[in-house]
């Protein structure tokens, strides 16, 4: 659904539609004899199992009265029958005739919904609207998103045409050799950071040694552990130098233990499944993570984003954004990511910047989606963004359209 640029004067124009979009597109994890395979170590309602095949995406098209669309993209996978019933039945009809500017819906918006908590579908919802209403910003501009961005917040260096990538891998079991496998297949693509999902010692050993001394290695452990469980864990990895070491303990927002584990080890990181804003940045001011990983489809969006980063320029804490997405949440992390200062470890080099699924796309559904598959010789390790004003999000229409599995007008 492209758009032609409005004047700034604009910008006020009312929201008079908002189109659903639910699309699934498969994906090939690369595991090997997974017929033959009957453990799963992870549970099914994780992305990184292999019970996914396919992933879905819950997407947003707002338009305005002047003919502008902007793209969101909410949390999804198999959360999304419930994200699709708030966006449907209570947050896009809220958002109808109001202003289609982030800066002035804001406020409201989460006033209206507070009461529904400060994560779940409904923020999910939340955070689509607000990523396509920043789309929509940046286009009557005729800026791309990271310039608008910049450009708002008056910094100093202009925005990045680039962002460094990190591979991250889906689960394979807690198998040693699978595990090492695909390091090297992700090393052969390009990757020089990786990020994995397994849990025990053996697994995340054979994914060091696969990568290299050097190479950045981060463990996402899915909240595998209780206090007791992280600590020892951690005592036991000290030596494969992880980078971080991603929420180790379950519940996700237990930030006394977080904070304790932290101060201990010092690796530890967590924001995907912070309680909006507020829960995240009291994790931040309180020790309780070394990096912090705000997801833009789940913490309320591109605004949101930039309060974690503010908070972290104050506090002190690199962010780093989650995103397992392919849709326009993906492309909203990499413009936010390109206009904010690199982000720099206690050794002063810079962290891993973009997370990249790394899986095979028969179907890619636009320019960033699968990059990483170019034949063109490009390196995986970076990302060229698009220059195109606003978000940058042009799917193919053709993929799209077969693509999606449900629709919905708003109006």
Known sequence: MPSTPRPSDARHSAIIRIELVLTSLPFDAGRRDASTDKSESIDSFNASSKTFTAMESLMVAVTTADGVTGWGEAFGHKTNPATWAALEQMVAPFFIGQPADPAAVRRDAEYAFHAFGRTGPVHYALSAIDIALWDIAAQREELPLRSFIAQRRDHTAAPRESVRTYASLVHYGEDPVEVAFHIARARADGFTAFKLHESTRDAIAAARRAAGAEARLMVDVNCAWDEAGADAALSGLADLNLHWLEEPVFPPDDSPALARLNRRHGVVSAGENASGVHGLVADMTAGAVSVAQPSVGKIGGITSMLEVYDAGARLGVPVVPHNFYYG???????????????????????????????????????????????????????????SAPGLGFAPDPDILEAATIRRAKIS
């Open 328 to 386: 326009p949440a993906l492309a909203a992390a990499a413009q936010v990511i390109a206009a904010m200062p690199v982000q720099l470890a206690g050794d002063g080099s810079p962290h891993p910047e973009l997370e990249v699924p790394f899986l095979t796309w028969p179907q890619r559904l636009h320019s960033l989606h699968g990059a990483h598959q170019d034949d063109s010789g490009a390196d995986a390790s970076a990302v060229v963004l698009p």
